[in-house]
């Protein structure tokens, strides 16, 4: 008994692994006639080396080397407007003509009493030479003509700040002031500005203070005018750290001929910092940036027996395959980027088309549109 039920369970145990291996080379056929993932359609450059320039960038904003918002600081009517909007002015030159009538009248009733004041002044003294008088009276007489006298100065300044004046040359902008309007005290009349030479005010992190000095060269750029490089010089670095920031304000001087910068601009400038440094460069668009870590594709032949399950080209050559590198990352230009580990020189770097690939999927190359790749772009019109 015990015999016939060794024999059936050996039986039982064959039978199982005659089918688990009818199973096993089914499914082993299933998976070669499985078709193979198409190669994916990439872009890719070659890791090459650049050298670069180290530079300071900051963006700034332009100021004027001297301006200013014309204001009155006595009330009254505007009687004449002595100017066109836009005008270029010289120093002292008439800008405003208030209303100075009643101030005139004043004026020349103070003068008259001053000129009493005087006359009386010199007969007195007359008469002190002939002992008519005491010298406490003409002591008096002195001291109410050096007050008359006072009073007199005192309107003629106010007569004359009806009359008001461009304070320095320069150009004038854009003014809606007009005759017989009233102005008020500390009203905006008229704003002049000097442009033949503007000052670039921009700040510097505290750690880049020791790169910085009083006459360094350095480069302004604007979107106002694209591809047009404006040379400049530092002139003035703050003594005071901000203490929220912990920049420091740094300030450089631009000719400024042709007038192309205006005050309140901003503008992108860059300082150059020691000698040429050499990286090894991609575009941006290569890389992609996650919280892990930064990576770009890698494609290489395959090798060894991954080689001969390859899926080939019309050819009967192998598509290379991808392979995801971490890198590290450095300072950028324009396009580019400075890798400073994870690739080597003349390694193939997908550049577009990354998001469709994982390690060890095939893939082929089209160059057709290949992504921006230029240390200094300049924009394109649509």
Do not use: C, H
């Not at 080379?25 to 180290?54: M, N």
């Not at 009330?75 to 800008?95: H, I, M, N, P, T």
């Not at 309140?264 to 992609?288: C, E, H, R, W």
């Amino acid at each position: 008994m015990t015999k016939r039920m060794l024999i059936m369970v050996g039986g039982v145990i064959l039978l199982i692994a005659v089918l688990a291996f009818g199973k096993f080379l089914q499914i082993k056929k299933l998976i070669a006639s499985a078709p193979k993932p198409a190669a994916q359609v990439v872009t890719a450059v070659k890791v090459q080396t650049a050298e670069w320039q180290p530079q300071l960038s900051s963006v700034g904003t332009l100021a004027p080397v001297r301006g200013v918002d014309v204001t009155t600081e006595i009330a009254g009517l505007v009687r004449e407007v002595r100017f066109k909007s836009g005008d270029e002015v010289k120093a002292g030159q008439v800008l405003f003509e208030l209303n100075a009538d009643t101030d005139v009248a004043q004026l020349r009733s103070l003068q008259a009493a001053a000129d009493l004041a005087a006359t009386t002044l010199k007969r007195d003294k007359l008469q002190l030479a002939a002992q008519a008088i005491s010298q406490a009276q003409v002591d008096a007489d002195e001291a109410d003509l050096k007050s008359k006298q006072a009073l007199v100065a005192q309107q003629k300044a106010a007569v004359d700040k009806k009359t008001i004046r461009a304070p320095f040359a320069g150009k004038l902008g854009i003014t809606a002031i007009n005759p017989g309007q009233y102005l008020n005290p500390g009203d905006k009349l008229v704003t002049l500005q000097t442009i033949d030479t503007v000052y670039v005010d921009f700040f510097v992190p505290q750690k880049q203070l020791s790169q910085l000095s009083i006459g360094q060269k350095m480069n302004l750029t604007s979107d106002a005018w694209p591809g047009v490089g404006f040379a400049a010089k530092v002139t003035s670095i703050s003594p005071k750290v901000d203490s929220a920031t912990r920049n420091v304000q740094v300030q450089a001087t631009v000719p400024n001929a042709k007038r192309q910068l205006l005050p309140g601009m901003f503008a992108n400038v860059s300082l150059d910092q020691g000698a040429l440094q050499k990286y090894l460069t991609l575009p941006q668009t290569a890389i992609t940036y996650n919280p892990y870590g930064s990576t770009v594709f890698v494609l290489a032949p395959p090798a060894g027996e991954a080689a001969k399950d390859a899926l080939k080209d019309d050819k009967g050559q192998p598509y290379p395959v991808a392979q995801q590198v971490f890198v590290t990352t450095g300072p950028t230009r324009g396009d580019q980027v400075a890798i400073l580990t994870g690739l080597k020189e003349g390694q193939t770097v997908v550049t577009s088309g990354q998001l469709k690939l994982k390690n060890g999927m095939p893939a082929t190359i089209d160059n057709k549109v290949q992504p921006a790749n230029s240390p200094n772009p300049t924009p394109q019109e649509k």
